[in-house]
């Protein structure tokens, strides 16, 4: 049976106190050789680290949302360079993408206030998918459309008038197909980012029970290894 690592180094630690205590040499040990923890603290440690399974698994998930909201925001600037409201909804997408990923940082570092902020960042993204679908529908001109500009430039089917008819029922067509698109991307928009919504608002009571679980110096332990920039902001506060 293949040994759990951390009771191994629990196993470990232990041994080494005694060692420490009981050899007539433990003075001769090196301060680094010697575990700054004991090992209640060290079981304290662990155990806070597995009780935050859930919150750890919620901020992965949030870092994949976080780049792949950017990697769209992006796609959207590049591609949208003569479309005013592309280039909006690519500057919007990757802002929210950006604070997504700064967010799943703090909810990595046991943030109280993380959960809540990932909730909102999936209401502004579905916000901002939703108003761009509805914009999409209520700026549709039909005589503009993409179907009547390519046929109606052709001069052969300029030239027959029996094609009039046909050209604007291309452009009903189109309509019909962007209403189409438009209410799929709303109801995409609505599930998803109103369920991942829930999901992160869920964690709100985890991460408060944790952290009232959990010794103060064990949740010093989570910042410094998931949010550096936090816990060098609280030194310097301090």
Request: hydrophobic residues 50%.
């Amino acid at each position: 049976m293949r040994a759990n690592p951390r009771q191994f180094a629990r196993q470990m630690v232990e041994m080494g106190e005694m060692t420490h205590t009981l050899s007539p040499t433990a003075s001769l040990e090196k301060p680094e050789d010697c575990s700054p923890l004991s090992p209640a603290q060290m079981r304290a440690l662990g155990s806070s680290v597995l009780n935050a399974k859930p919150v750890r698994k919620a901020a992965g998930y949030a870092r994949i949302s976080g780049w792949m909201t950017l990697m769209a925001g992006v796609l959207s600037v590049l591609f949208s360079l003569t479309s005013i409201p592309g280039l909006v909804l690519g500057v919007a997408l990757a802002a929210i993408g950006m604070r997504e990923l700064g967010l799943a940082r703090r909810l990595d570092a046991l943030d109280p206030k993380a959960p809540g902020g990932l909730a909102i960042n999936q209401l502004l993204l579905g916000a901002a998918l939703i108003g761009y679908a509805v914009f999409k529908v209520a700026a549709y001109d039909s005589a503009n459309s993409v179907l009547a500009g390519a046929l109606g430039s052709d001069p052969t089917i300029a030239a027959m008038p029996e094609m009039a008819g046909t050209i604007e029922e291309l452009g009903q067509l189109e309509y019909l197909l962007n209403i189409g698109v438009s209410a799929v991307l709303i109801v995409v928009a609505f599930v998803m980012q109103g369920g991942t919504a829930l999901y992160y608002w869920s964690k709100t009571k985890r991460v408060a029970a944790l952290r009232s679980s959990t010794p103060g110096w064990a949740l010093d332990v989570h910042q410094v290894m998931k949010d550096p920039d936090a816990a060098r902001e609280n030194q310097r506060a301090a």
